[in-house]
């Protein structure tokens, strides 16, 4: 049976897109606000619907529990009367099954576990059991909707109840109620407590709800004799700031850690992330007596200062429990789960994180393997004030959500700062900070994000469903002076002159060192060497390495372009949808320009079927160049010049017919300081941003959506833009 759980990856709207100003950035959204309730059943196929029988799955409405804005719910999901052993998957209905699971059931108990799931339209979920039949309950305790205006403020989980300590356990068909004001403030409208049950002298349950509240009938806790359970609650306060506690039968001792409170005056509000395994420390090293840090950076954005976390611990040595907290505060006197030799159990956690994004484990006695799975975040609203990076179109523009509705205006890239370099390729997009860190954006399925993230989904749609929609760190880099964003991989180019590929590990490429610039294709790769030689790895099927000869076998290890030397700069013109592959450029020491690839011959001689160019031949009409990109070049005076493809207007000179030969975009663009790269585009020296093009998902960023504009414009609201860069469906822009 798999340890894990997932929470199903959402996304969560932000706030309405608006014209970017031309000053110092906005917040691009203030997440999700919570509104907590009290519990409510929602379900129990104990009431005549039946167990969920093997491999099926239930789907259940909440539309008439929640508000139609609400994206996310809060469940306590318990499991009951299984035949076998099995897991519970709770996920968005009509999304792939996750590859993850949130409750891991045995026969003889009934498990409870907290679940955060995303809403996606019609407000259903689906509930998957995976072997023999089991009963399921889910209670509601709160969602999560733009509109609420509840954020969270988490905290080094405290300990505010302890029955054995005096109290004494709380008899059957009784109820003790908890004082929580000297804890939290005055405003706070709900708590988030890790509740555990020990010494019970039977099978019993326990509810929590708010203070003077009619006592509802669900459960928060599931106990068994003989067994400490912990299960993370999020309970409304009541009058005085109190809530209540109820235990069914028997006797328990009850212990409550608080990890965190809402209220209206925390700005912290809540997102999802595709589910991500942090840590699994049965690839490594078990927990000890020491304190193991996770630095979770490469899944949440840099300002998150919560996550909601699954923690499952196995193969402990002896009796032990667990505790997570932030990273760098003092070890508290709490837990997060509770095992005894030989078990293996799962909790969710709600976990304030360190300001560089990480937290530590405790174990208490022995060894004993924690596996730790992210699902989501909470942050305050962010406002930049320099080196913002602006995104528009369609698809993860970094803006804290998925972007389906094409957005044609600029929105400032969420929780990012002092970038210096920003590059995009199909979807994905790499940003390098002025501290030398490189974050990431977008499309995870081939692992282009870095961050060695398992994702909850495989297969055909990893590269839909697998993705990040803030960015988050690419661990293992520092020391970065430059990077650039490929379909598949992106690479970094470290200031010691070596390249670094990021991908689903972090590779440096061999061969090469004396490097001062690189460029990314689609499949095939270059860098310039310090002796004004380039080298190149990758895909050869049209030449694109420029070595005389063309096969389908990938070179691992850079190799020199033939006849090429005082190179000064390199770009490429990625693969586009006819299938053509990356052909290369690279502008002399003479100012000229020399390419090789797929469409380098037909560039060379004005003829569409002359083929590729197995090694670097002279593009005429191109003298006096600064820089290429793509097919678009850049004159020493700021001129700009391009050739090729112009069904949508790409060449931006205002015609769409197909154009073999250099010819000049409109003087009426001015003089230019730096080229888009992947996507036709130019910064101004006035620090405006003039696109061109196809605009079928408003990646122009003209305030339009649709159709294609043959003549640059501008791009609305941004002044002082340094660089440009795009994909596909999407654009992005660099402020100064």
């Known amino acids: 049976m798999r340890i894990s759980a997932v929470v199903a990856c959402a996304l969560l709207a932000g706030v309405t897109l608006a014209p970017a100003t031309a000053s110092a950035a906005t917040s691009p959204g203030a997440g999700n606000g919570f509104t907590a309730v009290t519990p409510t059943r929602v379900l129990d196929t104990r009431d005549g619907s039946g167990p969920v029988g093997d491999d099926a799955s239930r789907p259940l409405d909440l539309s008439a529990a929640v508000p139609a804005d609400a994206t996310a719910v809060l469940l306590n999901v318990t499991a009951v009367d299984a035949t076998t052993n099995t897991f519970i998957t709770v996920y968005p209905d009509g999304a792939p099954l996750p590859i993850t699971s949130n409750v891991n059931v045995v026969p003889g108990r009934a498990i409870p576990n907290a679940v955060t799931v995303e809403l996606r339209a019609g407000h259903k979920v689906d509930l998957y059991n995976r072997n023999g039949s089991v009963q399921l309950v889910v209670d509601l305790e709160g969602y999560y909707s733009p509109s609420a205006t509840t954020g969270l403020t988490a905290q080094n989980p405290s300990r505010v109840l302890d029955t054995r300590n005096g109290i004494g356990a709380i008899r059957a068909d009784s109820t003790y109620t908890l004082d929580l004001s000297g804890s939290v403030p005055a405003n706070a409208t709900a708590v988030v407590l890790n509740l555990t049950g020990t010494n019970a002298t039977t099978s019993t349950f326990v509810t929590a709800w708010p203070h003077g509240a009619p006592r509802p009938g669900t459960s928060s806790l599931n106990v068994t004799p003989g067994l400490d359970t912990p299960n993370g609650v999020t309970v409304p306060l009541g009058e005085g700031r109190k809530i209540d506690l109820y235990n069914r039968f028997g006797s328990v001792d009850l212990v409550a850690d608080l990890t965190g409170y809402y209220a209206p005056t925390s700005p912290a509000t809540f997102s999802t992330v595709i589910s991500s395994r942090a840590i699994d420390t049965r690839t490594s090293t078990p927990v000890t007596g020491t304190a193991r840090s996770v630095d979770l950076s490469g899944v949440i954005p840099p300002t998150a200062t919560a996550v909601v976390l699954n923690l499952t611990a196995t193969n402990p040595s002896s009796n032990t429990f667990v505790t997570v907290a932030p990273h760098g505060s003092p070890k508290p006197n709490a837990s997060t789960l ?43 609203p962010f406002t930049c004030t320099q080196g913002c990076v602006y995104g528009w179109g369609s698809g993860y523009l970094g803006t804290r959500r998925n972007v389906t509705t094409p957005a044609p205006t600029p929105t400032p890239v969420f929780g990012l700062d002092h970038v210096t370099i920003v590059d995009s390729n199909g979807g994905s997009t790499l940003a390098l900070r002025s501290d030398g860190t490189v974050w990431a954006w977008g499309g995870n399925g081939f692992g282009q994000l870095g961050t060695n993230a398992s994702c909850a989904l495989a297969g055909p749609a990893a590269d839909v469903d697998c993705h990040s929609d803030v960015p988050v760190r690419v661990p293992g880099l520092s020391n970065v002076e430059a990077v650039v964003a490929g379909r598949h991989s992106g690479y970094a180019l470290r200031f010691d002159g070596t390249v670094w590929q990021i991908g689903t590990s972090l590779r440096q490429v061999p061969g090469l060192s004396g490097i001062t610039a690189i460029a990314g294709g689609d499949t095939t790769h270059y860098a310039l060497r310090n002796d004004g030689t380039v080298w190149a790895w990758g895909a050869n099927y049209g030449g694109e390495l420029g070595i005389g000869t063309a096969n389908d076998v990938p070179a691992t290890t850079p190799v020199q372009v033939h006849n090429l030397s005082g190179v000064r700069r390199i770009s490429v013109a990625p693969t586009d949808d006819t299938g053509s592959g990356d052909t290369a450029f690279a502008v002399l020491a003479d100012y000229s320009v020399a390419a090789w690839g797929p469409d380098a011959k037909a560039y060379s001689t004005g003829v569409a079927t002359a083929g590729p160019a197995y090694e670097p031949v002279p593009v005429p009409g191109l003298s006096n160049i600064d820089s290429t990109s793509g097919t678009h070049a850049r004159g020493n005076n ?30 009426s663009i001015g003089p230019v300081i730096a080229l888009a790269t992947h996507v036709p585009g130019a910064v101004r020296g006035d620090g405006t941003a003039w696109t061109w093009g196809d605009n079928t998902f408003g990646q122009l960023g003209n305030g339009t959506v649709g159709g294609a504009v043959a003549t640059p414009a501008p791009v609305v609201g941004l002044t002082s833009i340094s660089a440009l860069t795009g994909s596909d469906t999407q654009g992005f822009a660099l402020q100064r």
Do not use: C, E, H, K
């Open 338 to 380: 509770n095992l005894v030799a030989g078990q293996t159990v799962s909790n969710s956690a709600t976990v304030a994180v360190s300001a560089d994004g990480q937290i530590d484990l405790y174990n208490a006695w022995g060894t004993v393997d924690v596996i730790v799975d992210v699902y989501a975040y909470f942050a305050p």
């Open 638 to 667: 700021g001129t700009v010049l391009s050739w090729g493809r112009n069904d949508a207007g790409q060449l931006g000179n205002g015609t769409t017919g197909f154009d073999l030969q250099a010819t000049p975009v409109p003087a």
